[in-house]
């Protein structure tokens, strides 16, 4: 009996991950999955060290790694740009390799729409 692989194929789904202030980051989240750009946006709480123009900051943030189409990243950036209280936010990119294929099924038809 041949074993099958636990990972299937990720086709065509990224992770975006973005920090945002604690108190913008569900209506974010929604905005994003209420466009259907998005399937899923989990929230965590994260602390972040960086130096910013010059001055070193210790901030509370929120981040947010969301799960999309490849072929949606470039509209979920334009929006996180336009919803985004940040100069400049963090915007990051991640290819999906592989993962579990109901999931991954499913990311891709959340994603349909508009």
């Given at each position: 009996?041949?074993?099958?692989?636990?990972?299937?194929?990720?086709?065509?789904?990224?992770?975006?991950?973005?920090?945002?202030?604690?108190?913008?980051?569900?209506?974010?989240?929604?905005?994003?999955?209420?466009?259907?750009?998005?399937?899923?946006?989990?929230?965590?709480?994260?602390?972040?060290?960086?130096?910013?123009?010059?001055?070193?900051?210790?901030?509370?943030?929120?981040?947010?790694?969301?799960?999309?189409?490849?072929?949606?990243?470039?509209?979920?950036?334009?929006?996180?740009?336009?919803?985004?209280?940040y100069e400049v936010?963090?915007?990051i990119i991640l290819?999906?390799?592989?993962?579990?294929?109901?999931?991954?099924?499913?990311?891709?038809?959340?994603?349909?729409?508009?």
């Amino acid at each position: 009996m041949e074993k099958k692989n636990a990972a299937e194929p990720a086709r065509d789904i990224c992770v975006i991950y973005s920090t945002v202030p604690p108190h913008n980051s569900a209506e974010l989240a929604r905005s994003l999955i209420g466009r259907n750009l998005v399937a899923c946006v989990n929230i965590s709480p994260v602390r972040s060290l960086y130096r910013w123009k010059g001055e070193l900051c210790d901030d509370e943030e929120h981040l947010l790694i969301i799960k999309t189409r490849t072929e949606r990243a470039e509209a979920v950036i334009r929006a996180i740009k336009e919803l985004h209280p940040y100069e400049v936010p963090e915007i990051i990119i991640l290819p999906v390799i592989a993962g579990h294929a109901p999931y991954l099924d499913w990311v891709h038809e959340e994603t349909q729409g508009s």
